[in-house]
Antibody, heavy 119, light 108 residues
Framework: QLQLQESGPGLVKPSETLSLTCTVS??????????WGWIRQPPGKGLEWIGS???????YYNPSLKSRVTISVDTSKNQFSLKLSSVTAADTAVYYC???????????WGRGTLVTVSS | SSELTQDPAVSVALRQTVRITCQGD??????ASWYQQKPGQAPLLVMY???NRPSGIPDRFSGSSSGNTASLTITGAQAEDEADYYC???????????FGGGTKLTVL
């Protein structure tokens, strides 16, 4: 059974960079027809796609976040990572890592990790 | 702003049928997927493609699509179906992923 687990700091200061890693277990990250992505959900609000990466390294980002987002993959560790720069309180959210089919259907999700932006 | 539009809230009487809709131009080209999210939990995929249920999803859940509208129907809603429901698909360009704003389903 595929499992995804987010890890990283739960508290980030304003203007700094948020960094999260997703570790994939129970299957290979180097799989065709699937992307690996990040989705976030501010408290009490809806889901927002941040971006996705293919195991080859091709990336796709939400245009509204593109200038601040970098997603990378490390196939040797079966991990992919998110960096979001110049964070503000508006970036406070539960961050999920997930597996996305080419159709955008998301069949596996991590449990999510709350990241709070505060000084 | 979301390119997929959902009604913010819908209610249904216990054991009755409810349809949750999702509208957007991208749905003319791409199928929607549907997710159920209960408080404190990660979303759960309940429908994808034309009308496909992942393993373990009850057959009271069904999906359909027409034009720019996708629908998730629950036939015989149960108390445990009370949750937030989100749709998503690729956007009109095909390069991005978009979510609807979510529908809060209340089972009365």
């Amino acid at each position: 059974q595929l499992q995804l687990q987010e890890s990283g700091p739960g508290l980030v200061k304003p203007s700094e960079t948020l960094s999260l890693t997703c570790t994939v277990s129970g299957g290979s990250i180097s799989i065709i027809s699937y992307y690996w992505g990040w989705i976030r959900q501010p408290p009490g609000k809806g889901l927002e796609w941040i971006g996705s990466i293919y195991y080859s390294g091709s990336t796709y980002y939400n245009p509204s976040l593109k200038s601040r987002v970098t997603i990378s993959v490390d196939t040797s560790k079966n991990q992919f990572s998110l960096k979001l720069s110049s964070v503000t309180a508006a970036d406070t959210a539960v961050y999920y890592c997930a597996r996305l089919h080419l159709t955008a259907s998301i069949d596996y999700w991590g449990r999510g990790t709350l990241v709070t932006v505060s000084s | 702003s979301s390119e997929l539009t959902q009604d913010p809230a819908v209610s249904v009487a216990l054991r009755q049928t409810v349809r949750i809709t999702c509208q957007g131009d991208s749905l003319r080209s791409y199928y929607a997927s549907w997710y159920q999210q209960k408080p404190g939990q990660a979303p759960l995929l309940v429908m994808y493609g034309r009308d496909n249920r992942p393993s373990g999803i009850p057959d009271r859940f069904s999906g359909s699509s027409s034009g720019n509208t996708a629908s998730l129907t629950i036939t015989g809603a149960q108390a445990e179906d009370e949750a937030d429901y989100y749709c998503n698909s690729r956007d009109s360009s095909g390069n991005q992923v978009v979510f609807g704003g979510g529908t809060k389903l209340t089972v009365l």
